[in-house]
């Protein structure tokens, strides 16, 4: 039977240098292991008729409602889910630069966005084994090379975005890699390359799995400390419920006294 490839993710704020890295990981990847090859993948895909309606907003000061722009930004994740999972099934490997954790993160740095109400879209897509995050801080970012170009290029909106990351991370399954993106593309490459081999190492058998709805992850991670606090905070009454009922009961009541 053939291995499956794996999907690893490149996330970080603009002008971190996932387009660098990104590149170096698929050329190594391809020279190592040439019968098990990579196909390098970015969004937004400019190259579909939604992905250039997209690029037409990001390079313009064309307004849009914020909601219906996010929405256009999953739609261009959507119609490549089906290639996706045909490549990864054919035992290629996936390297993509940017995914729906970017499309949250930067449309819920709007006033009025959600991360919740972001992640809606998003549920059912192929989901990355493993994601990179390419830690490097905003002011640093905003000195590279064409930052500035793009409408969502200000440091004020990018420092937005990378609270939102901080955010997803402690919410949203797969394994998040925070890397220190701010040594020279040589340090970051080796980083990158010892991730990327764990990933193959731990994942290549597996099923592929697909998004989940944010507050179930959410549950999933965060139970204990569910509990934990309920011990602290809820009445004698709550406590001698089943389990599943006393995180049904804080979840919705914030921790309070549910009696």
């Not at 971190?16 to 590149?23: E, H, I, P």
């Not at 997209?54 to 849009?64: F, Q």
Request: charged content about 25%.
């Amino acid at each position: 039977m053939t291995r499956r490839g794996i999907f690893l993710l490149f996330e970080g704020v603009d002008r971190c240098g996932k387009t660098t890295q990104t590149k170096l990981l698929h050329d190594a990847l391809n020279a190592s292991s040439p019968h098990q090859p990579s196909a390098l993948l970015h969004f937004p895909d400019r190259s579909t008729a939604i992905g250039k309606s997209i690029h037409s907003y990001l390079t313009s000061s064309e307004a849009m409602d914020d909601h219906a722009i996010h929405l256009l930004f999953s739609a261009n994740r959507w119609e490549a889910a089906s290639k996706i999972e045909s490549i990864l099934a054919s035992g290629q490997h996936i390297i993509m630069d940017r995914y729906s954790f970017s499309g949250v993160a930067f449309s819920a740095a709007k006033s009025g966005m959600s991360l919740d109400w972001c992640w809606a879209p998003e549920i059912g897509l192929p989901k990355p084994d493993a994601v990179i995050f390419l830690d490097v801080p905003v002011i640093q970012a905003s000195t590279r090379a064409d930052f500035g170009q793009e409408r969502y290029e200000t440091t004020a909106f990018q420092e937005k975005v990378y609270r939102n990351f901080y955010d997803i991370m402690e919410r949203a399954t797969p394994k998040w890699h925070v890397v220190d993106a701010t040594g020279t593309i040589e340090q970051v490459q080796e980083k990158v390359m010892a991730i990327a081999k764990e990933t193959i190492a731990k994942y290549s058998e597996s099923p592929l799995n697909h998004f989940e709805k944010f507050w179930l992850v959410f549950r999933q991670l965060n139970e204990q400390k569910l509990l934990d606090e309920m011990e602290r905070n809820v009445s004698l009454k709550v406590k001698s419920l089943p389990k599943n009922l006393m995180i049904e009961c804080l979840m919705v009541f914030g921790g309070g006294t549910c009696a």
